[in-house]
């Protein structure tokens, strides 16, 4: 069973740094499309960032300039680095992993992030 697990995430100052991790287990097959997704409290889930298979990437507007999608083919994982936090960045953070040969994409449980001000 293909499983979407993302770390760390934490409690952070705001102008602070993190660095949000993504893998996939159960699948032998490589990630094609990463995305990084956020959903805070009474408010709509949104897009933070996505890295497609030729590694171009995608930022909504609320994070260019601060946060970096990359990823890592070898350990088939993809990576959110969080500079310059804000406030308004506390929010759960969701993965989604676009799986070559694969028809939909698998959602990990999320990992909260809080950023004090």
């Known amino acids: 069973q293909v499983q979407v697990v993302e770390s760390g995430g934490g409690s952070v100052t705001a102008g602070g740094s993190l660095k949000l991790s993504c893998t996939v287990s159960g699948s032998l097959a490589a990630i094609k499309v990463g995305g990084w997704y956020r959903q805070a409290p009474g408010k709509e889930r949104e897009l933070v960032a996505e890295?497609?298979?030729?590694?171009?990437?995608l930022y909504g507007d609320a994070v260019k300039g601060r946060f970096t999608i990359s990823r890592d083919r070898g350990k088939n994982t993809v990576f959110l680095a969080m500079n310059n936090v804000k406030a308004d960045d506390t929010a759960a953070y969701h993965c989604?992993?676009?799986?070559?040969?694969?028809?939909?994409?698998?959602w990990g449980p999320g990992t909260q992030v809080t950023v004090s001000s």
């Open positions: 890295i497609r298979d030729d590694d171009s990437t």
């Open positions: 989604n992993l676009l799986l070559y040969w694969e028809p939909y994409g698998y």
